[in-house]
């Protein structure tokens, strides 16, 4: 099983909006990510957590915050956004340590900011 | 200076070819090395991975990684319509750790009927 289920497959919200996107897998993994994808561009790191910790954040905005409850699970809480967050976002997992880092991503999640 | 770097195409190939994917990295510690398949709308799809030089094949794939060249290619034998997508071309830098991946711009194969 290489399962990642992210909900929702759509969203759609105001710029005074507060939503969560969730994001769980139960592969074992140890490592989740979070990616933005706009159009005809490739994925790009946000954020991962190594160990259900904070381990890399590549200066996103504080608009956009992380949380990880549990190994299963990766949430990503959003506020303020703004029309040009609008992308798919990603969440990936795989194993954290050695050399099987192989990632596998959810189906994502369109977010569309008006 | 980009660190994945990948011909964004489109790259047209007839049914029944190989088709052949290329990518280049930036980073000569990078340690891991990843095809992914993107059909429009969808989400990443990890075909192939390599760590070591030198050729892993898996069905109809074939991943070919040179660390002296930092370069890293895919080929698809037998090529057919269902093919037709994004390839992404992915390097992680760790090789005992979770750092994320770095993304080329990724390839458009076509595959002709």
């Known amino acids: 099983d290489t399962e990642v289920t992210q909900t929702p497959k759509h969203l759609v919200m105001g710029m005074t909006n507060k939503k969560s996107l969730k994001c769980e897998q139960h592969m074992g993994h140890r490592a989740m990510y979070w990616y933005k994808q706009k159009a005809k561009k490739p994925p790009e790191l946000m954020f991962v957590y190594s160990y259900e910790k904070l381990s890399i954040n590549e200066s996103v905005p504080s608009r956009f915050s992380p949380e990880c409850p549990n190994s299963s699970l990766l949430n990503l809480h959003l506020h303020a956004l703004q029309p040009e967050d609008s992308a798919l976002y990603l969440c990936a997992s795989s194993q954290s340590g050695g050399m099987n880092t192989e990632a596998f991503f959810g189906q994502g999640t369109r977010l569309t900011v008006v | 200076q980009k660190e994945v770097e990948q011909n964004s195409g489109p790259l047209s190939v007839p049914e029944g070819a190989i088709a052949s994917l290329n990518c280049t990295y930036s980073?000569?510690?990078?340690?891991?090395f990843f095809w992914y398949r993107q059909y429009s709308g969808k989400s990443p799809e990890l075909i192939m991975f390599?760590?070591?030089?030198g050729d892993k094949e898996d069905g109809r794939f074939t991943a070919q990684l040179n660390k002296a060249s930092q370069y890293v290619s895919l080929l698809i034998r037998d090529s057919q319509p269902s093919d037709s997508a994004t390839y992404l071309c992915?390097?992680?830098?760790?090789?005992?750790?979770?750092?994320?991946?770095?993304f080329g711009k990724g390839t458009h194969l076509i595959i002709q009927p």
């Open positions: 980073d000569r510690g990078s340690q891991s």
């Open positions: 992915a390097v992680n830098k760790s090789g005992g750790g979770a750092d994320g991946l770095t």
């Open positions: 390599i760590y070591s030089n």
